[in-house]
């Protein structure tokens, strides 16, 4: 009868093993590491007490001999932001092809810092406290995931690992993976104008969002090449917020005309209007015609579809763990600042003015 597993006990040593299956430690060591210059019938000797002692090889410590653990660290601003878990996805996806592990530590940002991005420096130390904890894991290298476009600075130390700051950059050195913000506005806008509006609104983000000024002008851009130029009171500040944007929307329906085309920097801005022009007995797009962005899960309920822009979330995780293992490896060590193109996701919410 085996003796009682060890797991909850203390860590059997490759010597115990050795002296249980009657081998040498070498012979244990090359089951372990999948060598074939050793008998089928060993194998299994050596693999049953492996089985019945609970026995794990040290992983960090084999690694660390090796001066490379294969470990990644991925630092997150807060994982509750909805756009966080697809990124982390497409960075585990990579890790497992090629057979790296991570580690996530998640800053929980969210609530400290609300809608006032541009304050990261002020959870400086908190960041490198955490990023203290990874490094001290002899992670291989860092991948910094922000909550919101935007420059970050010099949030972190500068430390011997590298570094891919993905849903964000740095004016400093570092590489980092972005998505397109100005484009898919200008391609929204162009859009609009092809099926006749002439008369816009938008709703925008934070005034101190950097995509809110990329998106404004991918938008000024298209209707600067017809000649439009927006009117000071159809640009409202909805803060990225439904809540806020209903109460910054109504007075826009007070008025004697409405805008027939109303574009939202954000999917939850884009419904916040849907639901304040059915709440004045309108509807979309027959009276107002309304597109979002983000591709968020919000819009495929309710009526009609949104017209929106999907971001490449799980492609910039996957370009941003590629970008990083290349460094890790010495394939590719200079910095390099990708911005991945963005789609268009049709919807109905968009009707030709005749």
Same mark, same amino acid.
Not at 137 to 154: A, E, F, N, P, S
Not at 216 to 240: F, P, R, Y
């Given at each position: 009868?085996?003796?009682?597993?060890?797991?909850?006990?203390? *860590?059997?040593?490759?010597?115990?093993?050795?002296?249980?299956?009657?081998?040498?430690?070498?012979?244990?060591?090359?089951?372990?590491?999948?060598?074939?210059?050793?008998?089928?019938?060993?194998?299994?000797?050596?693999?049953?007490?492996?089985?019945?002692?609970?026995?794990?090889?040290?992983?960090?410590?084999?690694?660390?001999?090796?001066?490379?653990?294969?470990?990644?660290?991925?630092?997150?601003?807060?994982?509750?932001?909805?756009?966080?878990?697809?990124?982390?996805?497409?960075?585990?996806?990579?890790?497992?092809?090629?057979? %790296?592990?991570?580690?996530?530590?998640?800053?929980?940002?969210?609530?400290?810092?609300?809608?006032?991005?541009?304050?990261?420096?002020?959870?400086?130390?908190?960041?490198?406290?955490?990023?203290?904890?990874?490094?001290?894991?002899?992670?291989?290298?860092?991948?910094?995931?922000?909550? $919101?476009?935007?420059?970050?600075?010099?949030?972190?130390?500068?430390?011997?690992?590298?570094?891919?700051?993905?849903?964000?950059? *740095?004016?400093?050195?570092?590489?980092?993976?972005?998505?397109?913000?100005?484009?898919?506005?200008?391609?929204?806008?162009?859009?609009?104008?092809?099926?006749?509006?002439?008369?816009?609104?938008?709703?925008?983000?934070?005034?101190?969002?950097?995509?809110? $000024?990329?998106?404004?002008?991918?938008?000024?851009?298209?209707?600067? /090449?017809?000649?439009?130029?927006?009117?000071?009171?159809?640009?409202?500040?909805?803060?990225?917020? %439904?809540?806020?944007?209903? /109460?910054?929307?109504?007075?826009?329906?007070?008025?004697?005309?409405?805008?027939?085309?109303?574009?939202?920097?954000?999917?939850?801005?884009?419904?916040?209007?849907?639901?304040?022009?059915?709440?004045? /007995?309108?509807?979309?797009?027959?009276?107002?015609?309304?597109?979002?962005?983000?591709?968020?899960?919000?819009? %495929?309920?309710?009526?009609?579809?949104?017209?929106?822009?999907?971001?490449?979330?799980? /492609?910039?995780?996957?370009?941003?763990?590629?970008?990083?293992?290349?460094?890790?490896?010495?394939?590719?060590?200079?910095?390099?600042?990708?911005?991945?193109?963005?789609?268009?996701?049709?919807?109905?919410?968009?009707?030709?003015?005749?």
């Amino acid at each position: 009868m085996p003796e009682k597993n060890v797991r909850a006990g203390r *860590t059997m040593t490759l010597k115990e093993i050795a002296e249980r299956a009657g081998v040498s430690i070498a012979t244990v060591s090359y089951v372990l590491n999948g060598n074939a210059q050793i008998s089928d019938e060993t194998r299994q000797k050596v693999e049953k007490i492996i089985k019945e002692t609970g026995y794990r090889s040290n992983i960090l410590a084999k690694s660390l001999r090796k001066n490379k653990t294969s470990l990644v660290g991925v630092l997150v601003e807060d994982v509750t932001v909805w756009h966080t878990a697809y990124i982390i996805d497409g960075i585990n996806k990579l890790a497992e092809e090629k057979g %790296y592990h991570t580690i996530l530590s998640n800053l929980r940002l969210l609530s400290k810092i609300e809608s006032q991005f541009e304050h990261i420096s002020i959870f400086k130390d908190d960041i490198n406290k955490a990023l203290d904890v990874l490094l001290g894991m002899q992670v291989d290298g860092i991948i910094y995931v922000g909550m $919101h476009d935007r420059d970050l600075g010099d949030v972190l130390k500068d430390i011997s690992k590298p570094v891919v700051y993905c849903y964000c950059y *740095t004016s400093n050195e570092g590489s980092s993976v972005r998505y397109s913000n100005k484009e898919p506005c200008y391609r929204m806008t162009k859009i609009f104008l092809e099926r006749g509006h002439r008369d816009f609104a938008v709703l925008k983000g934070n005034e101190q969002s950097e995509p809110t $000024h990329l998106r404004m002008q991918g938008i000024e851009k298209a209707l600067s /090449e017809v000649g439009i130029q927006l009117k000071k009171e159809n640009i409202i500040e909805g803060n990225w917020d %439904y809540h806020r944007t209903r /109460e910054a929307v109504r007075p826009l329906f007070e008025r004697p005309h409405l805008p027939t085309a109303v574009m939202a920097m954000n999917d939850d801005m884009a419904i916040a209007v849907r639901d304040e022009v059915f709440a004045h /007995e309108l509807r979309v797009p027959e009276d107002i015609s309304i597109s979002g962005f983000d591709n968020a899960d919000i819009t %495929y309920y309710g009526s009609p579809k949104i017209y929106t822009v999907d971001r490449p979330l799980q /492609e910039m995780g996957y370009k941003a763990m590629e970008m990083l293992l290349d460094k890790v490896n010495g394939s590719k060590q200079e910095d390099m600042n990708i911005v991945l193109p963005c789609k268009i996701i049709e919807g109905t919410s968009i009707r030709r003015v005749e």
